[in-house]
């Protein structure tokens, strides 16, 4: 089956700057990569997904970068701000079987 | 929007008592999930369920069941709760579209066994 790995575990940045958070696949068959947000008491929300026959896709200030030889795809954050700070999760399904990684724990600071 | 809703929010329970956790969804969907999440773990698939009364074990279907008698509502047991199922659990429901599966998840239930 599908496992996920994600990197790093927990990442603190400045107010206004970037955050990457990397993520790598196993199962070459997964189409569908979304990335979740959980916020402190709350469940996950999904705040942006890409399919693999996509290789970028971008909403306001946040990004995904999806690269199918490697495995592996990306979050990117720019211009920080600490209503960013939360918990995110990317995943990789094919239907509706969705495998998680261990999430990263991100915090801006004013 | 859909609406995934878990009866409790937090429960303390003591070894060896049955637990049940409630989660209720108002979209019609077809696909429920019940998830365990812990710390540096992420979330982990205990059972789906694609239809009533139709279950699946996920990863970690030991020591849980489910019961799907309704459409909208997916409980998850616990027979004979241990301290190793002290958790938060998380329910979610399955918008499929075109390309895209979201969940939404339930703000969750989180369990304490004592």
């Known amino acids: 089956g599908e496992n996920v790995e994600q990197h790093p575990s927990t990442l603190s940045v400045q107010e206004g700057d970037s955050a990457v958070i990397k993520c790598t696949y196993s199962?070459?068959?997964?189409?569908?990569f979304p990335w979740y947000k959980q916020e402190l008491g709350k469940g996950p929300q999904l705040i942006i997904d890409?399919?693999?026959?996509?290789g970028e896709k971008k909403d306001q200030r946040i990004a995904v970068t999806l690269n199918k030889t490697a495995k592996h795809f990306s979050l990117h954050i720019t211009e920080t701000q600490p209503e960013d700070s939360a918990v995110y999760f990317c995943?990789?399904?094919?239907?509706?079987?969705?495998?998680f990684g261990a999430g990263t724990r991100l915090t801006v600071k004013p | 929007d859909v609406k995934v809703t878990q009866s409790s929010r937090y429960l303390v329970k003591r070894t060896g008592e049955k637990v049940f956790l409630e989660c209720v969804q108002d979209?019609?969907?077809?696909?429920m999930f019940w998830y365990r999440q812990d710390p540096g773990l992420g979330l982990r698939l205990i059972y789906f369920?694609?239809?009533?009364?139709?279950?699946e074990k996920g990863d970690i279907p030991e020591g849980y069941s489910v019961s799907r008698e309704k459409k909208e509502r997916f409980s998850l047991i616990l027979e004979s709760a241990s301290t190793n199922q002290t958790s938060m659990y998380l329910c979610a429901s399955l918008t499929q579209g075109a390309g895209a599966n979201v969940l939404t998840f339930g703000a969750g239930s989180r369990l304490t066994v004592l």
């Open positions: 995943a990789g399904s094919l239907g509706h079987d969705m495998r």
């Open positions: 979209m019609d969907h077809e696909n």
């Open positions: 369920s694609y239809d009533v009364k139709m279950k």
């Open positions: 890409i399919r693999s026959n996509v």
């Open positions: 199962d070459s068959a997964s189409n569908y």
